[in-house]
């Protein structure tokens, strides 16, 4: 199993944007890996959009963020309020919201959903994040759903069983509008990230895993 070690200039934060359709998309795809890197010698800072986030949804978004990146050097939030499914009937207004996101942040990795994910909110955008930040690295989480799209990721990032308890904490905590629905469940999550740890020969048996279609490696 090889590594990718992307080079880091150590004398400023490491600069992430993350992008979800829902209120929980970007825990569910990368709240271990986002908890790793908060834990790790770099320090970090975080813009944090999430597109369908109005009322309740949104005050679980705002909450749930700001107790997952407690460890950040600087957040900025920003909780829209296209509607829930609707996406691709807002492209205008989505695709003017993701002009301003990149007059807005200047990411070092964007983590955002997967082209190959078939709902539709999600699928969308992906799409515009490909089309908008095109000189960036890109990883692109996976979420478990009905559709079974799940699909065969090629980047993967271990973590420990304290980190994945803590990332499943905060999703049973945070989102207790989404406790009813039968696919919402520790069981769900800590499966998910068990079998991407076989798959990454992880020493945890533990990992999240990935779509990078691109990469460039620099060697100098």
Same mark, same amino acid.
């Given at each position: 199993?090889?590594?990718?070690?992307?080079?880091?200039?150590?004398?400023?934060?490491?600069?992430?944007?993350?992008?979800?359709?829902?209120?929980?998309?970007?825990?569910?795809?990368?709240?271990?890996?986002?908890?790793?890197?908060?834990?790790?010698?770099?320090?970090?800072?975080?813009?944090?959009?999430?597109?369908?986030?109005?009322?309740?949804?949104?005050?679980?978004?705002?909450?749930?963020?700001?107790?997952?990146?407690?460890?950040?050097?600087?957040?900025?939030?920003?909780?829209?309020?296209?509607?829930?499914?609707?996406?691709?009937?807002?492209?205008?207004?989505?695709?003017?919201?993701?002009?301003?996101?990149?007059?807005?942040?200047?990411?070092d990795l964007v983590l955002?959903?997967? *082209? $190959?994910?078939?709902?539709?909110?999600?699928?969308? &955008? %992906? #799409?515009?994040?490909?089309?908008?930040?095109?000189?960036?690295? =890109?990883?692109?989480?996976?979420?478990?759903?009905?559709?079974?799209?799940?699909?065969?990721?090629?980047?993967?990032?271990?973590?420990?069983?304290?980190?994945?308890?803590?990332?499943?904490?905060?999703?049973?905590?945070?989102?207790?509008?989404?406790?009813?629905?039968?696919?919402?469940?520790?069981?769900?999550?800590?499966?998910?990230?068990?079998? *991407? $740890?076989?798959?990454?020969?992880?020493?945890?048996? &533990? %990992? #999240?895993?990935?779509?990078?279609e691109k990469l460039n490696?620099? =060697?100098?």
């Amino acid at each position: 199993m090889l590594s990718l070690l992307p080079g880091r200039d150590l004398g400023r934060p490491l600069r992430l944007l993350c992008i979800g359709a829902h209120s929980d998309d970007i825990e569910i795809g990368c709240g271990a890996t986002l908890l790793r890197l908060l834990a790790g010698p770099q320090p970090v800072t975080v813009d944090w959009v999430v597109f369908a986030a109005a009322g309740d949804r949104g005050r679980e978004a705002a909450e749930s963020a700001s107790a997952l990146l407690r460890g950040a050097a600087a957040v900025r939030t920003r909780l829209r309020g296209f509607r829930d499914g609707f996406f691709p009937a807002d492209f205008s207004g989505i695709k003017e919201a993701f002009e301003d996101l990149k007059r807005w942040s200047s990411p070092d990795l964007v983590l955002t959903h997967w *082209r $190959g994910d078939r709902h539709q909110d999600h699928r969308l &955008l %992906a #799409e515009l994040s490909w089309n908008t930040f095109r000189d960036h690295l =890109l990883l692109a989480y996976e979420i478990p759903k009905y559709d079974g799209d799940l699909g065969n990721p090629n980047l993967f990032v271990p973590v420990t069983a304290e980190t994945a308890q803590a990332k499943i904490d905060a999703l049973m905590a945070g989102f207790g509008s989404q406790r009813s629905k039968g696919w919402f469940s520790p069981d769900t999550f800590h499966g998910l990230m068990r079998l *991407r $740890g076989v798959q990454a020969a992880s020493p945890t048996g &533990l %990992a #999240e895993g990935f779509h990078a279609e691109k990469l460039n490696l620099s =060697l100098w």
